[in-house]
């Protein structure tokens, strides 16, 4: 199994609709750097926030990692927790997980192998951890999680629904 650095996008995304143990599921550990960490809002009460809580805090397969220092010209266009993300994931050789498309670009730019929400779906399916990805891509469009109807016909069509 694999190790992923991720966004706080997808985290947040799959916590709150409930599917956050797809990742614990396909990859052996996820990484995230200090800035996703508090991007998450682990003490908030809000939907996912238990879920994150539990698998940064207490089962560990979340685990956060220091950055020692900032490329000030990600800076320039990303966030601080996009911009560290691609740092850690660029400095230990890991896939990404993110699903902005200016962080995507910046990724991809920086050598790295990047994968969003939709992937990460149709590699469940594959797996036979989910039934269907439509179902999924319903659950996080309700929840406020975001992916456009575009991505979220290629999705389906490669997963075959």
Do not use: H
Not at 56 to 85: F, P, Y
Not at 135 to 151: E, F, P, Q
């Amino acid at each position: 199994m694999k190790i992923i650095v991720s966004d706080a996008g997808p985290l947040i995304g799959l916590a709150k609709t409930g599917y956050l143990y797809l990742l614990k599921e396909i990859f052996s550990e996820v990484l995230i750097p200090l800035a996703v960490y508090q991007e998450l809002k682990l003490t908030d009460d809000r939907p996912g926030s238990r879920s994150l809580n539990k698998a940064v805090e207490q089962e560990k397969w979340i685990r956060v990692c220091k950055i020692d220092s900032l490329n000030s010209k990600l800076l320039l266009t990303l966030d601080r927790g996009e911009t560290e993300a691609i740092i850690l994931a660029k400095k230990r050789r890991n896939l990404i997980l993110m699903d902005e498309i200016k962080g995507r670009k910046a990724a991809k730019k920086e050598g790295l192998a990047v994968i969003g929400t939709g992937r990460l779906l149709i590699a469940a399916k594959e797996k036979g951890l989910i039934l269907n990805v439509t179902s999924v891509l319903n659950d996080l469009n309700n929840s406020g999680y975001r992916l456009s109807s575009k991505l979220c016909d290629k999705i389906k069509l490669i997963s075959g629904e």
